[in-house]
């Protein structure tokens, strides 16, 4: 078995245009949950987005497992309404599992993208990363938007995926994080 | 109205022809807007308009100028703006721009120019359908490769750039597909029809698709039905195809709006008793 960490993040200092976050150490380990933690406006997404390639990496470094799938759930996916995509068509493109969702959810797969609430269509953005084939999910404020029913199933899931693939959050919801026993990497700016 | 005409030998070519530009454009169409590059279909017209002029003063094959053109266009629009309009925008001005002047200085092309801007269908030859024949196929097929690489890209940009994987590839392929097909239907349809069987049938489908493949499917329907109707209806009068098809296509948006806002037209509140 492979013990090396999917993703190690040695002192790294990221942002966009200047260093926003870091200097940050923390590595995840296959099968493990890590959330990132800290106050508004401390870099949590930003670095979450340095792992996923979107933002800019100042110093230190990001090393990834050679040949790491992961999937990246970005905060705010309702741009993309304009669409004429359907529930189910947008699992099938990361090859999320449709099957397994719960059947009070299973009416959404036949809707247009248009027509769900921002809960339903943030449900089934985590659902897509969070069951595609991939070895590491990011997700960025999974909770965004959903409903205690809804939370409640993203924590039976993600417990389920944990298993399967490491997971790797931001949130600001400290009872979700805790419910799902993940380890806790406080963030801080530089 | 004599609806058999199409039919006859001297038409069925130009119609054969016409009838393929108006089932792959529409489905173009749907992958420029979903990129919100609808504008490209324009630009690639006007090169292909551009590329196919220079081509006969320079007593070349046209559609060879055309597709060179456009072609050299869609791996150059990588390099002027990796995304968005503003590449495209400079590209239609140049081409229109280029073809102007040519058209100005060389009365050699004025006939093929009329054909270009005017959109004389008929005077297209077994050169146009067999060539929009083969890139019905290879595109069709080149597109069921490539629709979900395009979609996945569009819908999870991160997931892509966060296992190091790059879409640059899928687009350019993409972008020269485009190229061609605008290309070929440019030396076909002329200029304004080509970029209305792009833009026209793909807002209505955006608009009324409840998914995907419906909305590929609504896109083509409107594009073929709207260019049956406006062969017809050129080849009866005795009208230019190319406005006719604009004109037919411009009444079927209107009428899709209006069915829309009469689909989701809001109940009356009743007032309240008190």
């Known amino acids: ?190 | 109205m004599n609806w058999t005409a199409m039919f006859e030998p001297m038409f069925f070519m130009p119609f054969a022809t016409g009838l393929l530009v108006a089932a792959v454009l529409p489905i173009l169409g749907m992958y420029l807007r979903l990129r919100e590059e609808w504008l490209a279909a324009l630009a690639f017209a006007q090169l292909a308009a551009a590329g196919s002029l220079a081509a006969a003063i320079a007593g070349a094959p046209v559609l060879v100028g055309g597709l060179a053109l456009s072609g050299v266009a869609a791996a150059a629009k990588a390099w002027i703006a990796r995304n968005g309009n503003n590449g495209y925008a400079i590209l239609m001005v140049a081409g229109w721009g280029a073809s102007v002047l040519m058209l100005a200085n060389a009365p050699l092309a004025d006939h093929l120019g009329h054909a270009l801007f005017d959109g004389q269908l008929y005077f297209t030859d077994a050169h146009n359908l067999w060539s929009m024949a083969a890139f019905a196929l290879v595109g069709g097929l080149t597109m069921r490769w490539l629709s979900h690489k395009l979609l996945f890209e569009r819908m999870f940009p991160d997931f892509f750039r966060a296992s190091g994987l790059s879409a640059t590839r899928y687009h350019l392929l993409f972008d020269l597909l485009a190229a061609a097909g605008l290309a070929l239907a440019t030396a076909s349809v002329g200029v304004m029809a080509a970029f209305t069987l792009v833009f026209v049938p793909t807002m209505i489908a955006y608009q009324w698709g409840r998914s995907w493949r419906q909305s590929l499917a609504i896109a083509v329907v409107i594009g073929v039905v709207a260019y049956v109707v406006a062969f017809q209806i050129a080849l009866v009068q005795d009208q230019p195809f190319g406005p006719v098809l604009v004109v037919t296509m411009v009444s079927a948006a209107a009428g899709a709006w209006a069915l829309r806002k009469l689909a989701f037209r809001q109940p009356a509140r009743t007032p309240a008793k008190h």
């Open chain 1, 1 to 190: 078995m492979n013990d090396a960490p999917c993703i190690e993040l040695q002192r790294v200092e990221a942002g966009y245009e200047q260093p926003v976050v870091g200097p940050l150490s923390f590595a995840l380990g296959a099968g493990e949950i890590v959330a990132l933690w800290g106050p508004n406006g401390c870099g949590k997404t930003t670095a979450m987005n340095a792992i996923g390639g979107s933002a800019r990496v100042f110093s230190g470094t990001i090393r990834k497992r050679p040949g790491l799938r992961i999937s990246h759930q970005q905060q705010n996916p309702l741009s993309l309404r304009d669409i004429p995509l359907s529930g189910r068509e947008l699992l099938a493109l990361t090859g999320g599992d449709a099957a397994a969702l719960p059947s009070s959810l299973q009416p959404l797969l036949d809707r247009r993208l248009s027509e769900l609430s921002g809960g339903q269509l943030q449900l089934l953005q985590v659902w897509a990363c969070l069951t595609a084939p991939v070895d590491v999910a990011l997700l960025d404020e999974p909770t965004n938007n959903v409903d205690a029913e809804g939370i409640a199933l993203l924590e039976q899931v993600i417990d389920r995926e944990r298993r399967r693939r490491a997971i790797l959050l931001v949130s600001h919801d400290r009872r979700f994080v805790e419910a799902l026993g993940a380890r806790v990497v406080e963030v801080g700016a530089p």
